[in-house]
Structures are given as C-alpha cells and as structure tokens.
C-alpha cells in the first residue's frame, strides 16, 4: 500500500460492470477504503447499458460508429440525464453509504473536460466530443473528496458533449500525471482472436489487433484513452475485469496480475 500513498490513481468503472448491485456496492468499499489509506481515487463511470435501457424506453434506437454512440441533440439530453443525473448520483450514494465523501461531476463543471466536435474519418457522429485541455483546478480544489466524474464535457459555447468514458478517463488521468489508470470493463481484459485473455500488450501489438478486427466496438475507444495516459507519463494502464469482486484491489495490491497491461512501445 505504502507504494500508492499520496498518489493519484485514475479508476474508469465501465457502465458493463456495474449493473450487479453486490459488485456496486464492493466497488464503492473499495474505493472509500483506498481513500482511507490515503491514495486518491478519481472515479470516471460511463453507463452504455443504462443510456440504451432509457432509450429503449423511449424508442430511440441506439447506434454506434467504431466503438462511440452516435448522439443526435435529442439523445444527448438523455446522455445527460442518464450520466450525470442517475448513474453518476448512484455511485456518490454507495460512496456514501460506504462511509465515504464523495463528490459528483460532470465534465462539465469548472471546465472541467473542455471538449471540441469529433469527426471519425469525416463521418459526423452528432453532438460526440473529443477532449481538447482538462482543467483539474476543481479536482485539485476537491482533494480531501472522491471525484466521480460524469463523462459529458463542455464546448466553447457551453454546450454538452457525449465523451465516451475511456477517452475522459485517459485524458484525465494524463492532466493529473496520475500513477495508474484502472479500466474496468466486463470482460477479463484484451482477448485473442481465440478468446483467451492476453496478459500484457504494447501500444503497437493493439494497433496490429486492431487493423486485423481483433480489437474493435468498445474495446477501441480505451486504447485511445491508454495511449494519451501512457504519452502523458502515466506509468501503468490496466483493463480489468470489473466483473470480478474487489478487482481493483487485487490489481493494486497482490501479484495476481489480473486483466491485461498495456505498455509503451
Ligand atoms: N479484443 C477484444 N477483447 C475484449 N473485448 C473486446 C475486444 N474487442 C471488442 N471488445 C468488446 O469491448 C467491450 C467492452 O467495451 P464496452 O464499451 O462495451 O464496455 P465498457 O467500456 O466497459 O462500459 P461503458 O461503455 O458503459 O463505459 C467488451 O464487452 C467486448 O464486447
Ligand atoms: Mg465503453
């Protein structure tokens, strides 16, 4: 533990993995206990799962271009209301009920995701946003909390944009030269083509996997995310399988070596 003390550790809690009510709640214990233990968690959720239940609701069809949800004006309010409304209140709740302070953001606030249109080989994919400068003067303001960050930034005008939560948590973790960035998702980490869960990665081994549509949909967005983390000297970016009791701290803390590291180079 004494290796993490007084360091920053970015933690994405992928909307897959937190669907199960029990692993909610270890989750918040874990982080209430790594605050304790004076490390500082900075939680950014996403919530693809809870966005398409409440559009389904509202018979709005989802659909996605490489990984990221194409967000027209009337989906972005749901976007919204989904991130920083319920699913990120839920989070500061169970923080809460863990015994723990948390506070609950949206990119939006304090500038804190400053964020521009985003064109994906010229396709436009609606009101989604590519992050330009992170402002962390209200994260640094925040510090005796726990941040949970809603992924949805501001534009120049003060508009929202939809920012898919890997590429805020990347860029997030980058602006606070964070020791490590955890993304937790619902699978055991990066998968071969045979489906077997490959341990470590460098950053060309998934460019390789990628053009060869082994890495695609939502695994594409957390490259991006861990390559801006890893350029910006963050020294170690994990995807974990969130699905997995306690999994951040069997990263943190034990040899165990679950999920898949991916490394410079
Ligand atoms: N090579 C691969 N290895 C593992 N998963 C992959 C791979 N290629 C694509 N995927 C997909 O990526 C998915 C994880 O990304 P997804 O966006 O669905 O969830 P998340 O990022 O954890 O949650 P959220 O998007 O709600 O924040 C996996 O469920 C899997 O279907
Ligand atoms: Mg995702």
Redesign the pocket.
Known sequence: MQRYFGKTVVIKY????MVDEALKYHFAQDMVLLKHVGINPVIVH????QIGGMLNKLNIESRFYQ?MRITSAETMDIVEMILSGKVNKEIVGLISKSGGQAVGLSGRDANLLNAEKLTIEGEDIGQVGDVTTVNTSVLDALKDFIPVIAPVGIGKGGQAYNIN??IAAGSIAAALKAEKLLLL???EG??NEAGERISSVTLNDIHD?TKRD??????IPKLKGAIDALSAGVSKVHIIDGRLKHSVLLELFTDAGIGTEILNG
């Open positions: 992928g909307g897959n993995a996403g919530g693809g799962p990984g939560a890997d998702t619902d699978v990066i998968l996997m082994i890495i695609k949909g939502g695994m």
